[in-house]
T-cell receptor, first 113, second 112 residues
Framework: GENVEQHPSTLSVQEGDSAVIKCTYS??????FPWYKQELGKGPQLIID?????GEKKDQRIAVTLNKTAKHFSLHITETQPEDSAVYFC????????????FGKGTSLLVTP | DGGITQSPKYLFRKEGQNVTLSCEQN?????MYWYRQDPGQGLRLIYY???????QKGDIAEGYSVSREKKESFPLTVTSAQKNPTAFYLC???????????FGSGTRLTVV
């Protein structure tokens, strides 16, 4: 099945700096790559996603890039704010897994003022 | 407001007892999913259902069972066969399988 690896597991940045989280996937058939943000004690929320026919997508301070050849995708957060502190998960899916999402193990992001 | 509701938020059970976690959605989504979350392990898929009266095992289905008798409901039973049931359980739904999951707020199950 699909295996999604996520790095780093923890990331600490100063307010205003950029943060980058990277993921790799194993199944070349994967065609949808969402990112979720989870705050303590809550369910994850979708923050941005990208499909395999697109290389980059931006939404204000967050962006996602996809390299299908290398089978990796990244989340970029610019001008970080303390409220960006949370756990971020990447995921991938394809028809082989019945389109159920396979998640990475998460990155705990801390933005210090 | 449309959404997905998991209940209860906290659940305590004695070892050897079966327990059922509730998941209800009013988003008119066809697909529903159960994930288990442990510290440092990410989200692992237990079961999923793309349509009423049909469901498939995920990566860690052993010791769990589900039913999908109604579109709105996808309850998860944690049986006594599950070796390490203490965890945070998340239910999700999506209009189209795999795309744009909406998650519930989770149930934290503690087995003592």
């Amino acid at each position: 099945g699909e295996n999604v690896e996520q790095h780093p597991s923890t990331l600490s940045v100063q307010e205003g700096d950029s943060a980058v989280i990277k993921c790799t996937y194993s199944d070349s058939a994967s065609n949808y790559f969402p990112w979720y943000k989870q705050e303590l004690g809550k369910g994850p929320q979708l923050i941005i996603d990208i499909r395999s026919n697109v290389g980059e997508k931006k939404d204000q301070r967050i962006a996602v890039t996809l390299n299908k050849t290398a089978k990796h995708f990244s989340l970029h957060i610019t001008e970080t704010q303390p409220e960006d502190s949370a756990v971020y998960f990447c995921a991938a899916t394809n028809s082989n897994s019945g389109y159920a999402l396979n998640f990475g193990k998460g990155t705990s992001l801390l933005v210090t003022p | 407001d449309g959404g997905i509701t998991q209940s209860p938020k906290y659940l305590f059970r004695k070892e050897g007892q079966n327990v059922t976690l509730s998941c209800e959605q009013n988003l008119n989504h066809d697909a529903m999913y159960w994930y288990r979350q442990d510290p440092g392990q990410g989200l692992r898929l237990i079961y999923y259902s793309q349509i009423v009266n049909d469901f498939q095992k995920g990566d860690i289905a052993e010791g769990y069972s589900v039913s999908r008798e109604k579109k709105e409901s996808f309850p998860l039973t944690v049986t006594s066969a599950q070796k390490n049931p203490t965890a945070f359980y998340l239910c999700a739904s999506s209009l189209t399988p795999g795309y744009g999951y909406t998650f519930g707020s989770g149930t934290r199950l503690t087995v003592v």
